[in-house]
C-alpha cells in the first residue's frame, strides 16, 4: 500500500481496543487544532478540532485532549474500526500567523480484525 | 455532487514542461487552498485566496503561480516543471479564513520524468 516506504510512526490496534495517537505541536501562540484523517489515495478528512482554551473536546467515538504546558496533544479513538486505518495529521492554526495551518509528521493507525 | 474536486486526477509529464491543475468548489466557501504532500506525506501550504484575492503565499518558487477566476475556482500553473516537484497537490476550501473544517480535494498525483 501507500504507507511502505513511509518511516512515519505506526500504531497497530486490535480492532475494537481504544487508539491514542500523540502529537507535539512548536507553537505556544497556537490558537487551535486539529486533527484530519487521510485514507489511501484521499485527501485529508476533518476529524475534530480544539480551542487553545480548552483542554478536552469530544467527538462520536474521538477524544481530543490538549496539554498546553508540554505542548502535546492527543486523538483518542474508541472502539477502533478497520475503517479507522489511515494516516492521522494534527495541525496547528494561528491568527498571529494569518491563520495558516501547520500540520505535524502523521501517524499510521493501522487495525488489524 | 464532489464538494471540492480537481482534475486532473494524474498527471504525467517530462521536465521543463507547463501545466495546469484545477480545482473547483460547489460549497459556496470563500477561502481556496493549494497544499502540497511530499513523498513522506508532509503536508504543507502553499497558497490561499478569499474572495479571489491572495491573503497566504508561502516560500513557493515563482514557477508555481494560483489564479483564481472566480471564488470557486482556484487553478494552479506550474511553469518549467522540475523533478522536485513531484508530489500529490490538494486542493482545499473553507467557510472563512480560518482553516478549521477546511474540506480537501482527492489530490493530484503530479509525477516530472
Known amino acids: 500500500g501507500e504507507s511502505v516506504g513511509l518511516h512515519l510512526p505506526t500504531l497497530s490496534v486490535q480492532e475494537g481496543d481504544n487508539s491514542i495517537i500523540n502529537c507535539a505541536y512548536s507553537?505556544?501562540?497556537?490558537?487551535?487544532f486539529i486533527w484530519y484523517k487521510q485514507e489511501s489515495g484521499k485527501g485529508p478528512q476533518f476529524i475534530i478540532d480544539?480551542?487553545?482554551?480548552?483542554d478536552k473536546r469530544q467527538g462520536q467515538r474521538v477524544t481530543v485532549l490538549l496539554n498546553k504546558t508540554v505542548k502535546h496533544l492527543s486523538l483518542q479513538i474508541a472502539a477502533t474500526q478497520p475503517g479507522d486505518s489511515a494516516v492521522y495529521f494534527c495541525?496547528?492554526?494561528?491568527?498571529?500567523?494569518?491563520?495558516?495551518?501547520?500540520f505535524g509528521a502523521g501517524t499510521i493507525l493501522r487495525v488489524k480484525s | 455532487d464532489t464538494a471540492v474536486s480537481q482534475t486532473p486526477k494524474y498527471l504525467v509529464t517530462q521536465m521543463g514542461n507547463d501545466k495546469s491543475i484545477k480545482c473547483e468548489q460547489n460549497?459556496?466557501?470563500?477561502?481556496m487552498y493549494w497544499y502540497k504532500q511530499d513523498s513522506k506525506k508532509f503536508l504543507k501550504i502553499m497558497f490561499s485566496y478569499n474572495n479571489k484575492e491572495l491573503i497566504i503565499n508561502e516560500t513557493v518558487p515563482n514557477r508555481f503561480s494560483p489564479k483564481s477566476p472566480d471564488k470557486a475556482h482556484l487553478n494552479l500553473h506550474i511553469n518549467s516543471l522540475e523533478l522536485g516537484d513531484s508530489a500529490v497537490y490538494f486542493c482545499?476550501?473553507?467557510?472563512?479564513?480560518?482553516?478549521?473544517?477546511?474540506?480537501f480535494g482527492q489530490g493530484t498525483r503530479l509525477t516530472v520524468v
Open positions: 480544539i480551542r487553545s482554551n480548552m
Open positions: 507553537n505556544s501562540a497556537s490558537d487551535y
Open positions: 482545499a476550501s473553507s467557510q472563512d479564513t480560518r482553516q478549521g473544517e477546511a474540506f
Open positions: 460549497l459556496g466557501h470563500d477561502t
Open positions: 495541525a496547528e492554526g494561528s491568527m498571529e500567523y494569518g491563520n495558516k495551518l501547520v
